[in-house]
């Protein structure tokens, strides 16, 4: 078992200096805190591993493939392996908690 609480994860993604802190990692999966600024830029390319995004905080829109939506707090977003997919027009930090399946390869 890991246990990790809240301020545990938001020191990690701090101390990283990076938007991405990776809090689990398994053959079978890997999960992180993904974190952008209001007006920020979401860079990050297709994986190579089915997705699934849970927005803790902050709004904006998500594009994946053809559709885009607003999310905010309480989103929950499946982007399937390799499709084009990012959050835009952020208008409130985003934090979210990504999970990957299988582990992230990069």
Do not use: C
């Amino acid at each position: 078992m890991k246990h990790l609480s809240w301020p545990q994860l938001e020191q990690g993604l701090a101390n990283g200096g990076d938007n991405y802190f990776e809090f689990l990692r398994v053959p079978a999966m890997s999960a992180g805190l993904y974190a952008l600024s209001a007006g920020e830029l979401d860079v990050q390319e297709p994986h190579r591993e089915d997705e699934v995004y849970v927005v803790l905080a902050g709004a904006a829109t998500f594009t994946g493939g053809d559709e885009s939506t607003l999310v905010s707090s309480g989103s929950v977003i499946f982007v399937p392996a390799h499709e084009e997919h990012r959050f835009h027009h952020i208008t409130e930090d985003l934090e979210v908690v990504v999970v990957f399946a299988p582990a992230e390869t990069g």
